[in-house]
C-alpha cells in the first residue's frame, strides 16, 4: 500500500506564528486530502487537493504531485488551531490511507 | 443539521458482548466508510460502501460486520468484543471516492 509520512510530528508555536506541515507519499495519487482533528476529537476537512494550491482563510496548502509531497501552510496561528492535522491519500480505490499526523500545540 | 451523525458516542461494555454503532448522512452522498482511530490516534479505514454495496473490506475480523439498509445509513455491529477493539471508531461519507470525507463525531468504545 501507499505509504503516507507527516513532518515534523510535533510544532510548538507562539500565537501569531507561521508555520509549514509536510507530507510525502510513496506513490502516485489522485486523491489527497488534509484533516484538522480538534482537541475535542472532531475531524474537519480542510483541504482536497490532489494537485495544485488552495487557500482558505489563513491556511493553504500545495500539493506537487509529480514530486509526491504536498504542504500544509498556517499563517498567524492562534490557540485554536492546536491539534493534529493528518494527511490522506488514495488511488481511486475507495479508502485513504493516513499519515502519523503532525501535532500542533499553540501558545498563547 | 449534523452532516454526518453517530450514535452512541461513548460505548463502554465487557469483553465477549455484542454491540453496534449507528451513523446516518444527511448529506446526499453515495460513499460511506468506517474508519477505526486507536489509542496513538493512527486513523486506519474499514470498510467502504458505494450505494449500499460493500466496495473494500481492509482485513477486518468477520467478528466485524457493516449493513447499509439505504444510502444514507451505514452500522457497524462488533460481535465477540476484544480489549483490542477499544479505539475510536468514525464513520464518513462523499460524494464520490475521489470526493472530499466528511467525518462524524466519532464513537469511543472501551472493552473492559
Known amino acids: 500500500g501507499i505509504q503516507v509520512e507527516q513532518s515534523p510530528p510535533d510544532l510548538i508555536l507562539q500565537e501569531g506564528a507561521n508555520s509549514t506541515l509536510r507530507c510525502n507519499f510513496s506513490?502516485?495519487?489522485?486523491?489527497l486530502q488534509w484533516f484538522h482533528q480538534n482537541p475535542w476529537g472532531q475531524l474537519i476537512n480542510l483541504f482536497y487537493?490532489?494537485?495544485g494550491t488552495k487557500q482558505n482563510g489563513r491556511l493553504s496548502a500545495t500539493t506537487v504531485a509529480t514530486e509526491r509531497y504536498s504542504l500544509l501552510y498556517i499563517s498567524s496561528s492562534q490557540t485554536t488551531d492546536s491539534g493534529v492535522y493528518f494527511c490522506?491519500?488514495?488511488?481511486?480505490?475507495?479508502?485513504?490511507?493516513f499519515g502519523a499526523g503532525t501535532t500542533v500545540t499553540v501558545r498563547a | 443539521d449534523t452532516a454526518v451523525s453517530q450514535t452512541p458516542k461513548y460505548l463502554v461494555t465487557q469483553m465477549g458482548n455484542d454491540k453496534s454503532i449507528k451513523c446516518e448522512q444527511n448529506?446526499?452522498?453515495?460513499?460511506m466508510y468506517w474508519y477505526k482511530q486507536d489509542s496513538k490516534k493512527f486513523l486506519k479505514i474499514m470498510f467502504s460502501?458505494?450505494?449500499?454495496?460493500?466496495?473494500i473490506n481492509e482485513t477486518v475480523p468477520n467478528r466485524f460486520s457493516p449493513k447499509s439498509p439505504d444510502k444514507a445509513h451505514l452500522n457497524l455491529h462488533i460481535n465477540s468484543l476484544e480489549l483490542g477493539d477499544s479505539a475510536v471508531y468514525f464513520c464518513?461519507?462523499?460524494?464520490?471516492?475521489?470526493?472530499?470525507?466528511?467525518f462524524g463525531p466519532g464513537t469511543r468504545l472501551l472493552v473492559l
Open positions: 506513490d502516485s495519487v489522485n486523491n
Open positions: 448529506l446526499g452522498h453515495d460513499t
Open positions: 460502501y458505494n450505494n449500499k454495496e460493500l466496495i
Open positions: 490522506a491519500v488514495g488511488v481511486n480505490d475507495y479508502k485513504l490511507s
Open positions: 464518513a461519507s462523499s460524494q464520490t471516492e475521489q470526493e472530499t470525507q466528511y
Open positions: 487537493i490532489p494537485s
